[in-house]
């Protein structure tokens, strides 16, 4: 027998609407393995000999290893909600001002946080001058049509987030990115041992081949349920 199409419009819609969110997952997985792929390239590169303000004034990018020398500042905020095996904390980040070029914020570690949620954890920040190692991370941005709100009062603050703009209020000259520390054992450090993201890219090609694959999928049995047996 003879197969002609048959318009199906409860198929053809489904089919429109889980299409386009397949192949626009795909694409996003693929922009994932780009972003992993320019972070490893970073964190293999060994710390840019350039003085501080050339460095700042080129294109910044997560995970590029510098080196500074300079002295911490007062303000230090208390980033909420960071939990390391489990138990609640904070990582502290101090704005650091470098000799040369302008102050960057410095995430310092993690530290326990106190008992009560009405006191705050004991933090030392040393006054001497110092060369730190670190390497350069996006600022703890609230979440998504989330606002943070600026923490006031004495230091240290408790946030939970911590935007560029909460940053400029203090301090009129930052850069555009924050430093985290190295490891535990450079100045003024509390538990500095945060690694980047094991995922690397090839996990996030498989999952791009993936929903590619059901979307041709999704494709190929629309048109084949489309095409009945004529009598």
Do not use: C
């Not at 070029?101 to 326990?112: F, M």
């Not at 730190?132 to 943070?148: K, T």
């Not at 000259?173 to 450079?186: C, F, G, K, N, R």
Request: proline share 9%; aromatic share 10%.
């Amino acid at each position: 027998m003879a197969r002609q199409w048959q318009f199906d419009w409860r198929l053809l819609v489904f089919s429109g609407l889980f299409l386009p969110l397949l192949l626009s997952l795909g694409v996003w997985q693929l922009n994932r393995a780009g972003e992993k792929h320019i972070l490893l390239q970073a964190w293999q590169q060994k710390a840019s000999t350039a003085p501080w303000p050339e460095l700042v004034a080129g294109d910044l990018k997560p995970g590029l290893p510098v080196t500074l020398t300079g002295f911490y500042g007062e303000q230090t905020w208390l980033l909420d909600n960071r939990t390391r095996d489990g138990v609640p904390g904070y990582e502290v980040l101090t704005l650091f001002v470098p000799l040369e070029g302008p102050s960057v914020v410095v995430n310092r570690g993690w530290v326990q946080g106190a008992r009560t949620r009405d006191q705050l954890p004991e933090t030392q920040t040393p006054d001497a001058l110092f060369t730190l190692e670190g390497r350069l991370a996006e600022y703890p941005e609230p979440p998504v049509l989330a606002e943070a709100e600026p923490a006031v009062g004495d230091w240290p603050r408790r946030v939970q987030a911590l935007p560029r703009d909460v940053v400029a209020r203090e301090v009129a000259e930052t850069a555009p990115m924050i430093v985290m520390l190295a490891d535990s054992d450079q100045p003024g450090a509390y538990r500095a041992d945060r690694a980047p993201d094991v995922m690397g890219p090839q996990t996030h090609y498989g999952y791009a081949v993936q929903w590619f694959a059901l979307a041709a999928a999704l494709t190929i049995l629309t048109l084949v349920a489309s095409y009945k047996r004529s009598e």
